[in-house]
């Protein structure tokens, strides 16, 4: 729906390569971040350990050539991704998402954005931009790892 209202994506190539973080982030991202019983009810995060999603999430940001998933400019595939990655300091606060430096340094760029105070507000921005500081302050020991090599849709 954003992707159509307000443009960017006019070729099915630029669609693709979207629609693949959106259903990354919908059906691999989601389940790493928020682990839920039977209920459904969230009881917890694998952000807290070192889940391979978010350690192959980790080497495409390091090899990216740019600050976003696709082409130069913040996209439909950020909101996606980065909305989820956002919530864990606002839902987990004791998790430090700065083991992850790339990753930390993405959430940083993302909740920088003015779009993202208009839509949580100033509180809930306030709390992801000091949680981001912080993580971006322990990423100094963590050196981002190169891995060249790239499996499924990545």
């Known amino acids: 729906y954003l992707a159509d209202k307000y443009g960017g994506l006019d070729t099915p190539e630029q669609r693709a390569q979207v629609t693949k973080w959106v259903l990354w982030a ?3 991202l989601d389940p790493v971040l928020f682990k839920e019983n039977e209920q459904g009810k969230v009881i917890g995060t694998g952000a807290a350990g070192n889940p391979r999603g978010l350690q192959r999430l980790e080497a495409v940001l390091n090899d990216a050539d740019t600050d976003f998933l ?3 400019e913040f996209s439909v595939a950020d909101v996606a991704v980065c909305a989820y990655l956002l ?32 839509a949580y507000g100033p509180r809930v921005t306030s709390l ?15 050196k981002p790892t190169k891995q060249s090599k790239r499996f499924g849709i990545f």
Do not use: D, H, L
């Open 26 to 28: 919908n059906a691999s």
């Open 70 to 72: 696709v082409g130069t």
């Open 128 to 142: 992801v931009r000091e949680a981001c500081v912080r993580y971006m302050e322990t990423t100094a020991t963590n």
């Open 87 to 118: 919530y864990v300091p606002q839902f987990f606060p004791k998790v430090n998402m700065g083991k992850w430096p790339n990753i930390a340094a993405y959430m940083t760029r993302c909740s920088a954005r003015p779009a993202y105070e208009e």
